[in-house]
């Protein structure tokens, strides 16, 4: 069975960073063989796209976020991190981290999702 485990989430004030994990199990499951991202949703919203990054290595940050926030993946742990900084009231949020065979930014093409971790930032 797949687990993703996020961690690192927590109350922090604008301008404050904040490093996410999303950590990765299962019997047969690697990281190494998905695209991993992660995603957000704030009270009364939609889940949105934040970061992927792709088997390859390669990233792709949503513009709300980009210049603040960096997506890595450590392989060789099966974990997947996100890196936030500068971070303002409106990134309040929970935080998941999804894992996908496609290549795709939709929360649909997303098979496989962590339980969330809470993100808030005071201003």
């Known amino acids: 069975q797949v687990q993703l485990v996020e961690s690192g989430g927590g109350l922090v004030q604008a301008g404050g960073s904040l490093r996410l994990s999303c950590a990765a199990s299962?019997?047969?499951?690697?990281?190494?063989?998905?695209?991993m991202g992660w995603f957000r949703q704030a009270p009364g919203k939609e889940r949105e796209f934040v970061a992927r990054?792709?088997?390859?290595?390669?990233?792709y940050i949503a513009d709300s976020v980009k210049g603040r926030f960096t997506i890595s993946r450590d392989n060789a742990e099966n974990t997947v991190y996100l890196q936030m900084n500068s971070l303002k009231p409106e990134d309040t949020a929970v935080y998941y981290c999804?894992?996908?065979?496609?290549?795709?930014?939709?929360?649909?093409?997303?098979?496989?999702w962590g339980q969330g971790t809470q993100v808030t930032v005071s201003s």
């Open positions: 990054i792709r088997r390859g290595g390669s990233t």
């Open positions: 999804g894992a996908s065979v496609s290549a795709s930014i939709s929360v649909t093409e997303y098979d496989y």
């Open positions: 299962g019997r047969t499951f690697s990281i190494s063989s998905y695209n």
